[in-house]
Every structure is written in structure tokens, then in C-alpha cells.
């Protein structure tokens, strides 16, 4: 499965994962707290200064933030478009904000080392005879798979356009769904035949 995590060194991959995860935590709440435009404004800016002082590790998520910021204009027209001017701001510089976060805890994190805090996170479950490192690995799949569906989007897309020259669009989504389900299978495959037995 492809992954938009970069080799590329930044000064955050230096930050441990627990650290990233809780600091991800607090801005994303504190994202959803503030309804100021000027202080969603302002986080727009840090996260912009984030994304540059990562460089060339970002390389991997340009297309995903790009099809991100597509989105975020599109919320703010349909908003605008009802005259709702506050509401399209603060929604658009939400959406901003917590994509570009996102996308940097995944350029600069391993998933292994996102599973290993999960996992220490959620042991207390265990007094209730629940098992932590299924449940984290059940989280670190979906995610796994959110990075993968956006990596094989691309690949689609790059591919089509180099067949005809033009963007795929909707023609993807079948060929898309495929995959996704095969890769899936193989993944499920893989576990029952190591966790099964």
C-alpha cells in the first residue's frame, strides 16, 4: 500500500509521535472552539508557515491539499452564495487549518510509531477485557486506508491523463472502488493468516 509518509528529514519528524498526536489534539479543538475569523485567520497563517518549513517532505500530500483547497472554495461559495459571509470563512479556514495539520502529522510520522501510542494510550481498556492493540490496529488501518485511497487516486489520475490527456474525474471512482476492495481483501487476508492461527 502506497503511503504519504516522506523519508525526507524535517525538523518534525525530530518530535515523537506522542507529542504530535496530543499537539494535534489541542489545535484541532481549539480549531472548533474559536468562531473568530480573525483567529482562524491567524492559525491559516501558522499552518501556511508549517507547510513551507517542511519543504520538500510535503511532496507526496500537494495533490491532496490541492483537491483539499478545491473543496474549502467550494464550501465558501455555497456559503457565500446564501450570503452567509462569516460562516464561509470560518468553515473554510477550518477546513484548511485541520487538513494541513493532518497532512503534516502523516509526511512526518511512521504509522508504526502511530500504532505503538495508540496502543499505549488505549491499555487501560484492557481491566475491561478489551484488547488495546486490536483496537489500535483497527484504527491504524482506517487510517492506513485514508492514505492509501488518496495515493491510488493519484496514480489513477496520473495515469489517465497520460493515456488521453485529460483529467479523469468521475471515470475513476469504478476502478478506484475496485482496488480499494481488493486491497482490502489481501489486507484481511494477510491478518487472518497471522492472527488466526
Known amino acids: 500500500m502506497g503511503s504519504l509518509y516522506s523519508d525526507t528529514p ?24 474559536t468562531s473568530s475569523p480573525l483567529a482562524l485567520a491567524l492559525g491559516a497563517c501558522a499552518c ?4 513551507i518549513s517542511l519543504g520538500t517532505a510535503t511532496l507526496p500530500a500537494r495533490r491532496l491539499l490541492l483537491s ?17 459571509h462569516r460562516i464561509a470563512a470560518v468553515s473554510t479556514l477550518r477546513l484548511v487549518c485541520a487538513s494541513v495539520l493532518g497532512v503534516a502529522l502523516t509526511v512526518s510520522t511512521r504509522p508504526a510509531d502511530i500504532v505503538d501510542v495508540l496502543e499505549r494510550l488505549l491499555a487501560p481498556l484492557s481491566r475491561l477485557g478489551l484488547h488495546p492493540e486490536r483496537i489500535a490496529l483497527q484504527i491504524a488501518l482506517m487510517l492506513r486506508f485514508v492514505d492509501h485511497f488518496f495515493t491510488q487516486w493519484q496514480k489513477l ?23 480499494m476492495l481488493l486491497a482490502t481483501r489481501r489486507v484481511a487476508d494477510a491478518l487472518w493468516a497471522r492472527l488466526g492461527h
Request: glycine share 8%; aromatic share 6%; net charge positive.
Open 10 to 33: 524535517t525538523w518534525l519528524h525530530r518530535i515523537a509521535a506522542q507529542h504530535k498526536l496530543l499537539a494535534m489534539a489541542v489545535l484541532g479543538g481549539l480549531l472548533f472552539i
Open 48 to 51: 501556511a508557515l508549517l507547510w
Open 68 to 84: 483539499v483547497l478545491i473543496a474549502a472554495l467550494l464550501v465558501a461559495a455555497f456559503h457565500l452564495l446564501l450570503g452567509n
Open 157 to 179: 489520475a496520473d495515469a489517465h491523463r497520460l493515456r488521453t490527456g485529460k483529467r479523469g474525474g468521475l471515470r475513476l471512482i469504478a476502478p478506484l472502488a475496485i482496488h
